[in-house]
């Protein structure tokens, strides 16, 4: 499960454009050789070269245009986050594994059904993402957020909390999606930790 370097990348795309360019200006003089009356015909091995570097180009160009996993978390991430907003459960439940499970035991119907709660209390909610981070592992992603929970029935936000999520996120049918996940109020677990200090 390997991430794609932004700056491999661009080095590397650099270097086949510099190739292809070199490429094209000696496959010109064999097309067009300053003496004229040396005009030989097309070289072979000149345009095979052409067409390597061009192959090579559209290779390197199609890798580096790939996401991350760190993007793609991060995209998920976002799009829940534009779900909560938009208030579209099944948008928001299909980042989530059918077999997910989450604090206390909480199954992926009980989850959906949390929200669905909280969207009905809240004619407005809203989430800020403060931080994330995202660790690679073998098979599964580890992704921590930080993020700020507002609802109102009205325009100015009644209630919020700030909580923070530990999520386990593993890929099926080319789509990552979350299996485990456990969220803590941060502010009542900061106190705590004082409390215990």
């Known amino acids: 499960?390997?991430?794609?370097?932004?700056?491999?990348?661009?080095?590397?795309t650099t270097n086949i454009f510099?190739?292809?360019?070199?490429m094209f200006l000696c496959f010109r003089c064999e097309l067009y050789p300053i003496n004229r009356n040396?005009?030989?015909?097309?070289?072979?091995?000149?345009?095979?070269?052409?067409?390597?570097?061009i192959l090579?180009?559209?290779?390197?160009?199609?890798?580096?245009?790939?996401?991350?996993?760190?993007?793609?978390?991060?995209s998920q991430i976002v799009a829940m986050q534009q779900a909560?907003?938009?208030k579209s459960?099944?948008?928001?439940?299909?980042?989530?594994?059918?077999?997910?499970?989450?604090?206390?035991?909480?199954?992926?119907?009980?989850?959906?059904?949390?929200?669905?709660?909280h969207f009905r209390r809240n004619r407005n909610i809203e989430t800020y993402?403060?931080?994330?981070?995202?660790?690679?592992?073998?098979?599964?992603?580890?992704?921590?957020?930080f993020v700020i929970v507002s609802g109102s029935n009205n325009k100015l936000p009644e209630r919020g909390r700030v909580?923070?999520?530990n999520s386990t996120w593993e890929q099926r049918d080319n789509s990552w999606v979350i299996i485990t996940a456990d969220w803590k109020d941060a502010v009542i677990d900061s106190v705590g930790d004082i409390k215990n200090f």
């Not at 090579?56 to 991060?74: F, G, P």
């Open 18 to 22: 510099h190739w292809l360019f070199v």
């Open 84 to 86: 909560i907003s938009d």
């Open 163 to 165: 909580y923070t999520i």
């Open 56 to 74: 090579l180009l559209i290779m390197v160009v199609s890798a580096c245009s790939e996401k991350t996993v760190e993007q793609q978390i991060e």
């Open 89 to 117: 459960l099944k948008d928001f439940m299909t980042h989530f594994a059918h077999d997910f499970m989450g604090n206390k035991m909480v199954t992926r119907q009980q989850l959906k059904q949390q929200i669905f709660f």
């Open 129 to 145: 993402k403060v931080r994330a981070e995202v660790l690679l592992e073998q098979e599964t992603v580890r992704a921590k957020i």
């Open 1 to 12: 499960m390997d991430g794609s370097n932004p700056v491999e990348c661009n080095s590397a």
């Open 38 to 53: 040396k005009r030989k015909d097309v070289s072979v091995i000149g345009f095979l070269k052409i067409l390597t570097a």
